[in-house]
């Protein structure tokens, strides 16, 4: 009975969470929030296991991440050069590269707390920044992490994080600019392809 | 050792130097890297000097000192910096952020035991980060080329220019007694690369080229300090976007500058 109860009553609040349009600066404390507790508590993700925080980035974190656009945000004026079908290649094995970075990012973290800066937003507004920091454990400056999120089909998902400043999406833009300019898109494909099966192969070995 | 240190990095450079003509000039033609061969010579230098040195040291350091007693030294360092960063603060102009640094200096040296505890930045006084190279930056003057200098990095040809000014302002690099001083300078470096250590596997990650991975991040990260943390949004490059219409403001081309010399533009900081 106890468990029936529970059961309809998650099943109402998530009904109502996607019902009512989460703001920007929610969604990413909430996702902020709920993937560092687990992180928190698993020993296997703080000791490296990046195969256990690529699923925990999978489940909890890629849902509310638009990798079109990020793709095409990093490949900018090359984005139209590519066919639709190199587009949708290029967008998985992106994904696969940044889930990975964000994934090892992760595995690094230790305790360090988050802080969320003040958060405003215009009404009718589709393109948010949402401003945090991180304290480091070894004292100095704090670091910035801000999200962009655009908001489609009301709901917002995140396409460019920076760290410090740089950008994990539009840092690769002169590098797969140059990459197309000498070996084409097919080349660029490649490349990547290779990167994220070499990633892979490293973390088979361990 | 200390009066050999300057012959050495000379040589070092002759060096890194006959290394790049044998390596050519391997360009990608990226108008930002016009040496590009020199600085991925220069990069690979570096690179072996780091994996050999300076990082197996960083990495015993991290291991054997307790968080706080890092979090101490990084402090009393921050303290030491806070002094030049309020003057940079002050020529560019930025006179409550300059006066909230030397109170930072002020409340950390006293009642921060000469630096080791940041009460300033609990206190509610940020810290900031602010070099000559941010201050040319601030006053318009361009990137100029990217350059990787030998153990110092990645540097632009304005911010080597910084650089200069920055060690010659540096109290720690003019201290007197030289033995405290190498003692100092190599602690400090030392800790800021075992600062850095949790970044490096996440690079190897994500990078597919590590030298062009590492100029971009210098060259974005250097845009960002010179907006204190709020630059233009960049332009996306003719990507004649349909689905968000850029509102981002008109960027000063400055920053792609395919010159060496850096060149002065009009200041266009918002």
Not at chain 1, 137 to 150: F, T
Not at chain 1, 195 to 201: D, T, W, Y
Request: hydrophobic share 40%; charged share 25%.
């Amino acid at each position: 009975m106890k468990y029936l109860f529970a059961f309809v009553s998650g099943l109402f609040l998530s009904l109502g969470a996607s019902a009512q349009e989460v703001s920007p600066d929610v969604l990413i404390k909430n996702v902020t929030s709920e993937v560092l507790e687990i992180v928190r508590k698993d020993k296997d993700i703080q000791s490296g296991n990046t195969k256990k925080a690529i699923d925990l980035v999978e489940a909890k974190v890629l849902p509310n991440f638009n990798f079109t656009r990020m793709t095409q945000l990093a490949l900018a004026r090359e984005w139209k050069k590519a066919s639709s079908a190199q587009q949708k290649v290029l967008t998985d094995e992106f994904r696969t590269l940044l889930v990975r970075t964000y994934s090892k990012a992760l595995t690094e973290y230790k305790n360090q707390t988050i802080d969320f800066k003040p958060f405003s937003l215009k009404a009718g507004e589709t393109d948010a920044k949402v401003r945090t920091e991180i304290k480091q454990s070894g004292g100095g400056k704090p670091i910035p992490l801000d999200y962009y999120l655009e908001k489609a089909n009301s709901s917002w998902k995140v396409y460019d994080i920076e760290v410090g400043g740089i950008s994990l999406v539009t840092n690769y833009r002169d590098s797969f600019a140059s990459e197309v300019r000498n070996n084409g898109i097919d080349g660029l494909i490649k490349s990547l392809q290779a990167k994220n099966k070499a990633s892979e192969a490293i973390a088979a070995k361990k | 050792m200390t009066k050999t240190l300057p012959t050495r990095l000379k040589s070092l450079t002759l060096a890194a130097f006959a290394a790049s003509m044998l390596a050519g000039c391997a360009t990608s033609g990226n108008p930002k890297d016009p040496i590009e061969g020199f600085n991925r010579a220069m990069f690979a230098f570096n690179e072996g000097l780091d994996s050999a040195i300076v990082k197996p040291v960083a990495t015993g350091y991290d291991a054997a000192l307790p968080s706080p007693v890092r979090t101490g030294v990084t402090n009393f360092f921050g303290n030491i910096a806070d002094v030049f960063i309020g003057v940079n603060n002050l020529l560019q102009g930025k006179v409550p952020e300059a006066f909230s640094d030397f109170g930072r200096v002020a409340i950390n040296t006293t009642i921060g035991l000469l630096g080791v505890l940041d009460v300033a930045s609990d206190a509610g006084l940020e810290k900031h980060e602010e070099d000559f190279g941010q201050t040319f930056g601030r006053w318009g003057v361009g990137n100029g080329a990217y350059v990787v200098l030998p153990v110092f990095g990645p540097r632009t040809a304005r911010d080597t220019v910084g650089l200069i000014l920055d060690l010659k302002a540096d109290p720690v690099a003019n201290m007197d007694p030289v033995r405290n001083r190498n003692a100092l300078i190599v602690l400090r470096v030392v800790n800021d690369r075992a600062n850095l250590l949790p970044a490096d596997k996440v690079i190897e990650e994500a990078a597919l080229d590590k030298y062009s991975y590492l100029r971009d991040a210098y060259l974005q990260r250097r845009r960002n300090l010179i907006h204190d943390g709020n630059p233009p949004r960049e332009v996306e490059a003719d990507a004649e976007q349909v689905e968000r219409p850029v509102v981002a403001e008109a960027e000063v081309p400055a920053d792609a500058a395919p010159v060496l010399v850096a060149r002065t533009e009009s200041p266009s900081v918002k």
